[in-house]
């Protein structure tokens, strides 16, 4: 019979709050007036910088507050399927990794540390051993309360009940329609800060 043999195989998991249509991206080049140029999202340390770069110009900003990011953060771009997903964490994964969104860590860290959750003492052993080859740095270990509270928006949203909140049922029908025409055309950033809130009040009112 085929097949390979003597493989060790492990599931690894991206940390998700969800993602974006190609839309976003379409408008965010033809708000900064640079429709054709390379989309650059997080580059540039960590959080990073939102960067477009043509042939004779490039324009960034830093990507807390950016407008990409209050466009990530309406919720207008996202796919819908992702309104139905629970796993943050991606919880069936052996090993999985994130960004540490603590605010001390937003305030003192540069280059960018990711979170690491491990779930199997295999991939624990494994781990270990890049440790002691200098593959990977352990920076210090965290415990459940400080993962999850850098994290608590996105698991409200996925683990809370706000889908059975009227409040959320409107505002996902706002979101598709503006979506569906178009109408993030005439958009600002402040208009996009207040979807950003109206959400954020809708999750913040919700239970895990």
């Keep these: ?15 998700c709050s969800g993602g974006m249509s190609y839309k976003a991206t379409e408008e965010y080049k033809r708000c900064q007036n640079l429709k054709i140029s390379q989309m650059y999202y997080r580059g540039d340390g960590w959080p990073g910088k939102n960067c477009l770069l043509s042939s004779d110009n ?8 950016s407008l990409f990011e209050r466009m990530f953060s309406s919720q207008i771009f996202k796919n819908p399927g992702c309104r139905f997903c629970m796993d943050h964490f991606a919880e069936s994964a052996d090993i999985s990794f994130c960004d540490f969104w603590n605010s001390q860590e937003l305030a003192n860290e ?3 540390n990711s979170c690491v959750i491990i779930r199997s003492e295999r991939l624990m052993n494994i781990f270990s051993k890049m440790q002691e080859n200098e593959y990977v740095e352990v920076v ?5 309360k400080e993962l ?11 683990k809370g ?3 059975e909140k009227r409040k959320y049922r409107f505002f996902t029908e706002l979101i598709d329609t503006v979506f569906k025409y178009r109408l993030y055309k005439i958009f600002n950033i402040r208009i996009y800060r207040k979807f950003c809130s109206y959400y954020n009040q809708i999750c913040r009112g919700s239970h895990i």
């Design 148 to 158: 999850v509270e850098s994290q608590y928006q996105v698991l409200l949203a996925k």
């Design 140 to 144: 210090r270990e965290l415990d459940e």
């Design 1 to 15: 019979m085929g097949g390979v043999r003597n493989v060790d195989i492990f599931k690894i998991g991206i940390t």
């Design 161 to 163: 009940d706000v889908r």
């Design 58 to 65: 490039k324009i960034e900003f830093g990507h807390q507050g």
């Design 110 to 112: 540069k280059a960018g």
